[in-house]
């Protein structure tokens, strides 16, 4: 069973940047697609960003599309989330999350296994 961890949520000021990272364990934690899905106080989540599972296909969100990048390390098992020129409209609770299809996701109920997420505050 896939197990993910997330850090490197913060409090940044807006314009600011922060790096999540996702640390996946588990077996075959390289076959599954890894993405990022976020949900604010009183909103339903919403997906950011996704990797696929040799991290040859991404998708984003149009609302982070030029802001955010999302990279992979397999030889780590480690998932990051570069997130610059941050809004205080970012501001939200970050899922990682694992599919075990290994292709993007874009609706983020195809995930199957989820971090206990990391939370992101951009505000002055």
């Known amino acids: 069973q896939l197990q993910l961890v997330e850090s490197g949520g913060g409090s940044v000021q807006p314009g600011g940047s922060l790096r999540l990272s996702c640390a996946a364990s588990g077996f075959a934690a390289n076959t599954y697609a890894i993405g990022w899905v976020r949900q604010a106080p009183g909103k339903e989540r919403e997906g950011v960003s996704c990797?696929?599972?040799?991290?040859?296909?991404?998708n984003y969100a149009g609302f982070v599309k030029g802001r955010f990048t999302i990279s992979r390390d397999n030889a780590k098992n480690m998932v990051y989330l570069q997130m610059n020129s941050l809004r205080p409209e970012d501001t939200a609770v970050y899922y990682c999350?694992?599919?075990?299809?290994?292709?993007?996701?874009?609706?983020?109920?195809?995930?199957?296994?989820w971090g206990q997420g990391t939370q992101v505050t951009v505000s002055s």
């Open positions: 999350a694992g599919s075990r299809k290994g292709t993007v996701v874009v609706d983020a109920d195809e995930y199957d296994v």
């Open positions: 990797i696929s599972a040799s991290g040859m296909s991404q």
